[in-house]
């Protein structure tokens, strides 16, 4: 009756050994280390540069415990933090000669001590979010309104060259706030100006009036457009903020929406709030320049001359230099898009570029001129240019047009993000600033896990002496709970932060309900009469429904703070639900098992530890009270 198959156990064991395996690695702690990437998405990382910070420590006469390409980085892993000091200034002198103009980043961090054969089986410890590392916050506010007004002052350089190229005249357009006002002399062509508008201008909504003794076109954005513009505008500059945080060397920053209009940083390990400022306030500018083509200029390319005057020399990502004539030919402020793509033609990898009216007019003009040669894209940062690429104009050009040639379909990805996040789409301010000190976050860990591990060892002692055996059962099962949760999170690389451990411990709390209601369950059999086997069976089957009941009305909630909740909010919300997960397994299935292992082979059980069992008395005349008598079921 009370018998699971062996493929049961199979499982139970089998996910068990899978969680402890997974749980594993967040018990060995992190050592200090030394992470070198990238400064920007093109300067790549490779075994060569593995080879680099090997010799870098060697001649500093450092041992590294670990030196390993991880990703896009390379990290150097040391037994103590003065060892991981001297190491950084040894490998900052080795990659940056010039630290004016740096290639990498050398960071301070910190990595799990995991064996290798742990990290082989991707076993990971969870990450610590910035209540219990230490870091800065800051909360930015967009500026929705001149991301707008700048859309308009698009529109408007737009709309004027429009009706230049349709002979419509006018008096005069000018931009009031986020708003286009065009004058007209009469009706007719207030008609006209407002059908092409209306043809070519679908994010424009129209309104005309007489205005002394001429008539005035109002133009303003839509407001399912400025919905659009300020959407756009938003994700632009998370990912911008995205690769700007990337020269921090943070390992797992939080960069998130909030609201509509803010934006939530957190970096965890970072405490140098200036900088960490003075990176997420910077700008930058894209232009894009005619290649000198000269005789003069090829010479100085391949070092054999110097740089022609009125030209200047700048280096591509993999470091060939090219000289671009300081002529600019259009700004970033043209470029309304860019999306990667493959060419038709040939199947290609391509960036699809789209420019304003403005910028249709300079491109078609230069580009008729000088058809087979090349025009260079510049990013410029902090007074700095770097040749983000440098394609061969095929053809006459025009609003849109494409650059391809020997890209893979990871650079056209990562060029078009430069193009489009090259700079802020609108300026933000930071209305909010926090920082948590590494000695503050170590504090919340000890609070955190002291809450968590006291708040279950006393569950364990209740449930051990009102249940006896079955107690103990319940309390191994509430051990399996906690673990299974841990190996979930570590297993989704999730962020561990107060609010998360906040629901482990409410997680405890809840999962051991359901072994409540199995254990009053078999007790009531057992109080109506029912054999031990029969009892057993029974308060199991019959509580799984109300386990199921209660458990789905809670994850209900847990999925409403999932999808509408933000921040420490959702990190709690994951937690919780997790655990209502793990719980239902450990609480039924689990705690069954251990059930069935301990009393299902006994054929001629006669009682179960499950505590005192309380049975009413039979009443001896009528009106007198019940009394009370108890049945100790113990063996």
């Given at each position: 009756?009370?018998?699971?198959?062996?493929?049961?156990?199979?499982?139970?064991?089998?996910?068990?050994?899978?969680?402890?395996?997974?749980?594993?690695?967040?018990?060995?702690?992190?050592?200090?280390?030394?992470?070198?990437?990238?400064?920007?998405?093109?300067?790549?990382?490779?075994?060569?540069?593995?080879?680099?910070?090997?010799?870098?420590?060697?001649?500093?006469?450092?041992?590294?415990?670990?030196?390993?390409?991880?990703g896009n980085s390379v990290r150097a892993r040391f037994s103590g933090t003065d060892t991981q000091l001297k190491a950084k200034?040894?490998?900052?002198?080795?990659?940056?000669?010039?630290?004016?103009?740096?290639?990498?980043?050398?960071?301070?961090?910190?990595?799990?001590?995991?064996?290798?054969?742990?990290?082989?089986?991707?076993a990971q410890p969870m990450y610590l979010g910035l209540d219990l590392r230490g870091g800065v916050h800051f909360l930015l506010q967009v500026d929705m309104q001149a991301a707008l007004t700048k859309k308009a002052e698009s529109l408007?350089?737009?709309?004027?060259?429009?009706?230049?190229?349709?002979?419509?005249?006018?008096?005069?357009?000018?931009?009031?706030?986020?708003?286009?006002?065009?004058?007209?002399?009469?009706?007719?062509?207030?008609?006209?100006?407002?059908?092409?508008?209306?043809?070519?201008?679908?994010?424009?909504?129209?309104?005309?009036?007489?205005?002394?003794?001429?008539?005035?076109?109002?133009?303003?954005?839509?407001?399912?457009?400025?919905?659009?513009?300020?959407?756009?505008?938003?994700?632009?500059?998370?990912?911008?903020?995205?690769?700007?945080?990337?020269?921090?060397?943070?390992?797992?920053?939080?960069?998130?929406?909030?609201?509509?209009?803010?934006?939530?940083?957190?970096?965890?390990?970072?405490?140098?709030?200036?900088?960490?400022?003075?990176?997420?306030?910077?700008?930058?500018?894209?232009?894009?320049?005619?290649?000198?083509?000269?005789?003069?200029?090829?010479?100085?390319?391949?070092?054999?001359?110097?740089?022609?005057?009125?030209?200047?020399?700048?280096?591509?990502?993999?470091?060939?230099?090219?000289?671009?004539?300081?002529?600019?030919?259009?700004?970033?402020?043209?470029?309304?898009?860019?999306?990667?793509?493959?060419?038709?033609?040939?199947?290609?990898?391509?960036?699809?570029?789209?420019?304003?009216?403005?910028?249709?007019?300079?491109?078609?003009?230069?580009?008729?001129?000088?058809?087979?040669?090349?025009?260079?894209?510049?990013?410029?940062?902090?007074?700095?240019?770097?040749?983000?690429?440098?394609?061969?104009?095929?053809?006459?050009?025009?609003?849109?047009?494409?650059?391809?040639?020997?890209?893979?379909?990871?650079?056209?990805?990562?060029?078009?993000?430069?193009?489009?996040?090259?700079?802020?789409?609108?300026?933000?301010?930071?209305?909010?600033?926090?920082?948590?000190?590494?000695?503050?976050?170590?504090?919340?860990?000890?609070?955190?896990?002291?809450?968590?591990?006291?708040?279950?060892?006393?569950?364990?002692?209740?449930?051990?002496?009102?249940?006896?055996?079955?107690?103990?059962?319940?309390?191994?099962?509430?051990?399996?709970?906690?673990?299974?949760?841990?190996?979930?999170?570590?297993?989704?690389?999730?962020?561990?932060?107060?609010?998360?451990?906040?629901?482990?411990?409410?997680?405890?709390?809840?999962?051991?309900?359901?072994?409540?209601?199995?254990?009053?369950?078999?007790?009531?059999?057992?109080?109506?009469?029912?054999?031990?086997?029969?009892?057993?069976?029974?308060?199991?089957?019959?509580?799984?429904?109300?386990?199921?009941?209660?458990?789905?009305?809670?994850?209900?909630?847990?999925?409403?703070?999932?999808?509408?909740?933000?921040?420490?909010?959702?990190?709690?919300?994951?937690?919780?639900?997790?655990?209502?997960?793990?719980?239902?397994?450990?609480?039924?299935?689990?705690?069954?098992?251990?059930?069935?292992?301990?009393?299902?082979?006994?054929?001629?059980?006669?009682?179960?530890?499950?505590?005192?069992?309380?049975?009413?008395?039979?009443?001896?005349?009528?009106?007198?009270?019940?009394?009370?008598?108890?049945?100790?079921?113990?063996?």
């Amino acid at each position: 009756m009370n018998r699971y198959p062996v493929w049961k156990y199979a499982i139970i064991l089998i996910a068990l050994m899978l969680a402890g395996l997974y749980t594993l690695p967040n018990f060995f702690g992190e050592a200090p280390a030394v992470q070198v990437s990238g400064l920007k998405s093109a300067n790549k990382v490779d075994a060569a540069t593995v080879a680099r910070v090997e010799q870098a420590l060697k001649d500093a006469g450092l041992a590294a415990e670990q030196v390993s390409l991880d990703g896009n980085s390379v990290r150097a892993r040391f037994s103590g933090t003065d060892t991981q000091l001297k190491a950084k200034d040894a490998i900052q002198k080795a990659l940056i000669p010039n630290p004016a103009e740096p290639a990498y980043v050398v960071a301070l961090n910190l990595l799990s001590r995991s064996p290798a054969w742990l990290t082989a089986l991707n076993a990971q410890p969870m990450y610590l979010g910035l209540d219990l590392r230490g870091g800065v916050h800051f909360l930015l506010q967009v500026d929705m309104q001149a991301a707008l007004t700048k859309k308009a002052e698009s529109l408007a350089g737009d709309l004027r060259l429009v009706l230049r190229e349709k002979n419509i005249r006018h008096g005069g357009i000018s931009r009031n706030g986020q708003s286009i006002e065009i004058r007209v002399r009469d009706q007719a062509t207030l008609d006209a100006a407002s059908r092409l508008i209306q043809e070519q201008f679908a994010d424009l909504q129209t309104t005309g009036a007489p205005d002394g003794n001429e008539f005035k076109l109002s133009a303003s954005i839509k407001p399912q457009s400025a919905r659009s513009v300020q959407e756009q505008a938003l994700k632009q500059n998370i990912v911008t903020l995205h690769n700007r945080i990337n020269e921090l060397g943070v390992a797992e920053p939080v960069i998130q929406q909030q609201g509509l209009d803010r934006i939530v940083v957190q970096l965890p390990g970072v405490q140098d709030t200036a900088k960490a400022k003075d990176i997420l306030g910077r700008t930058a500018t894209l232009e894009m320049r005619l290649v000198d083509e000269s005789a003069e200029a090829r010479a100085a390319e391949n070092g054999g001359g110097i740089v022609p005057f009125g030209s200047e020399r700048f280096l591509e990502s993999n470091g060939r230099p090219v000289i671009v004539k300081k002529q600019v030919i259009l700004t970033g402020d043209s470029l309304t898009d860019a999306q990667p793509g493959f060419d038709s033609q040939n199947q290609q990898p391509k960036v699809d570029l789209t420019v304003d009216a403005k910028g249709g007019r300079i491109m078609r003009d230069v580009s008729r001129e000088n058809v087979k040669k090349r025009m260079a894209i510049l990013l410029f940062e902090k007074g700095k240019g770097e040749v983000l690429t440098a394609p061969v104009i095929q053809s006459e050009l025009g609003n849109r047009f494409q650059i391809s040639g020997t890209m893979n379909v990871s650079e056209a990805n990562d060029l078009a993000l430069l193009l489009r996040a090259g700079s802020l789409a609108a300026p933000m301010d930071i209305i909010e600033e926090r920082t948590i000190g590494p000695s503050l976050g170590a504090e919340n860990i000890a609070k955190g896990f002291s809450s968590v591990i006291w708040g279950f060892l006393v569950i364990v002692a209740f449930m051990a002496a009102y249940y006896m055996l079955f107690g103990l059962f319940s309390g191994l099962a509430l051990a399996v709970n906690l673990l299974l949760l841990i190996a979930v999170l570590s297993m989704l690389q999730a962020t561990l932060t107060l609010p998360g451990m906040a629901a482990m411990a409410l997680a405890l709390g809840m999962a051991i309900d359901s072994n409540v209601l199995i254990n009053e369950r078999v007790r009531e059999e057992l109080r109506n009469g029912a054999a031990p086997q029969a009892a057993i069976q029974v308060g199991y089957d019959r509580a799984w429904a109300t386990i199921l009941d209660s458990n789905i009305t809670t994850l209900i909630a847990g999925l409403a703070l999932l999808a509408f909740g933000s921040g420490p909010v959702r990190g709690f919300a994951v937690v919780h639900c997790i655990g209502i997960l793990t719980s239902m397994f450990s609480a039924v299935f689990f705690s069954r098992s251990l059930v069935n292992l301990w009393y299902g082979r006994q054929k001629k059980l006669k009682s179960v530890s499950i505590g005192t069992i309380w049975r009413a008395a039979p009443e001896a005349a009528a009106g007198d009270k019940p009394a009370r008598s108890t049945l100790p079921s113990a063996s």
